[in-house]
């Protein structure tokens, strides 16, 4: 039994939190058309979005394309809550959609791509992640770039 019937909810239930807390792709998917009641409940929806097509991204490419399309849309939307995340946390958190959406763009070759995501994270100061630093994310993929351009 639910604690609050369907058709009276708080003034602060936010569809969205519930969404992203729940995990479920689906209902993560379907609520990126609600607005969410809460400032950072958009953040996290497309944080967990981006970080499950992520962890599915060789299955498919299906879940590749959508993990590309919704890590660009967070990255875009992200200078709306990097005040508030560092409120809360006293510093920006590392936030893997920087380091998620570089490693999808250089799986397809798009290193100066990658480059400038990783270029963005530096700018705004998103602490480097288990991927190592954005630096040396920068140098593998110019490195990597210059190989493919030498070869035979």
Avoid at 53 to 72: G, H, I, N, P, V
Avoid at 92 to 100: G, K, R
Wanted: contains cysteine; positive net charge.
């Amino acid at each position: 039994m639910s604690l609050f019937n369907k058709s009276k909810r708080p003034d602060d239930y936010d569809p969205v939190e519930e969404a992203w807390k729940s995990q479920d792709l689906k209902k993560m998917l379907k609520a990126l058309k609600w607005k969410a009641k809460k400032p950072l409940s958009r953040h996290f929806l497309l944080l967990y979005i981006v970080q499950h097509t992520f962890t599915k991204r060789k299955e498919s490419k299906k879940m590749a394309q959508l993990c590309d399309e919704m890590a660009q849309i967070h990255l875009s939307e992200l200078n709306q809550y990097t005040p508030l995340l560092q409120e809360l946390f006293g510093q920006l958190p590392n936030i893997q959609t920087h380091h998620y959406l570089a490693t999808i763009l250089s799986e397809s070759h798009h290193y100066d791509d990658a480059i400038q995501v990783c270029l963005q994270a530096l700018a705004i100061g998103i602490p480097p992640g288990k991927g190592g630093s954005y630096k040396d994310r920068i140098k593998i993929f110019e490195t990597t770039k210059q190989k493919l351009i030498h070869q035979p």
